[in-house]
């Protein structure tokens, strides 16, 4: 079975700091990544997709991929209070294209 | 990003009724939509794909007659929970895919069954 797989958290940063988050994949073929954030009682909302290995930046977020070791984090620069959420990991199924999520990290940002 | 809307945002009901919720892409056509449930603490849960114009695709162990989809335009994707029961209280979301892979999800439907 495919699977998607985080820590939990919850994951504590002071303000200011960067965060990491980390999820790792199983389907070795996966091309196509992303990163969701969902604040309690919402629904997801997607930050970042990245396809290529290396990295990807947007704003203070940088997704990475390493698909030879079947990794994909996202680092959050200069955390803010605002930021505090879960974030779910997904990656496509390449059979039939739907997502595959993981547990969700919860990260939160201390003032 | 592109706008998934769903309606109602919140429903009550009573155990044995049927409750429909509806799901739009406001600014772009989805062939695709997809269907998923979240319980309290816990991640997303696929219950099933919605392709326009043909029937769904149900993941394992999610009930076709009890959960019923009906994707009959390029835009709406509609879920009806038939004779709700406590149990299926939960937090419904729907996701629809623009391009290949991207999805964006609705704003989801709290459902209580009293």
């Known amino acids: 079975q495919k699977e998607v797989e985080q820590n939990s958290g919850p994951l504590s940063v002071p303000e200011g700091a960067i965060a990491s988050l980390n999820c790792t994949y199983s389907?070795?073929?996966?091309?196509?990544f992303f990163w969701y954030r969902q604040y309690s009682g919402k629904s997801p909302e997607l930050i970042m997709s990245?396809?290529?290995?290396g990295d990807k930046e947007d704003g203070r977020f940088t997704a990475q991929l390493n698909k030879a070791s079947q990794y994909v984090s996202l680092l959050i620069r200069d955390s803010q209070p605002s930021d505090s959420a879960t974030y779910l990991c997904?990656?496509?199924?390449?059979?039939?294209?739907?997502?595959?999520f993981g547990q969700g990290t919860e990260l939160s940002v201390k003032p | 990003g592109a706008v998934v809307s769903q309606h109602p945002s919140r429903v009550i009901c009573k155990s044995g009724t049927s409750v429909k919720i509806e799901c739009r892409s406001l600014?772009?056509?989805?062939?695709?939509m997809f269907w998923y449930r979240q319980f309290p603490k816990q991640s997303l849960m696929l219950m099933a794909t919605?392709?326009?114009?043909?029937?769904?695709?149900?993941e394992q162990g999610v009930e076709k007659d009890k959960f019923l989809i009906n994707h009959a335009s390029l835009t709406l994707s509609t879920l009806t929970v038939t004779s709700a029961h406590p149990e299926d209280s939960s937090f419904y979301i729907c996701?629809?895919?623009?391009?290949?892979?991207?999805?964006?999800f609705g704003p989801g439907t709290r459902l209580t069954v009293l």
């Open positions: 996701s629809a895919r623009v391009l290949a892979d991207t999805q964006y």
């Open positions: 389907d070795r073929v996966s091309q196509s």
């Open positions: 990245i396809y290529s290995n």
């Open positions: 997904a990656v496509r199924d390449n059979q039939g294209g739907k997502l595959i």
């Open positions: 600014d772009f056509q989805a062939t695709t």
């Open positions: 919605s392709n326009e114009g043909s029937k769904a695709t149900y």
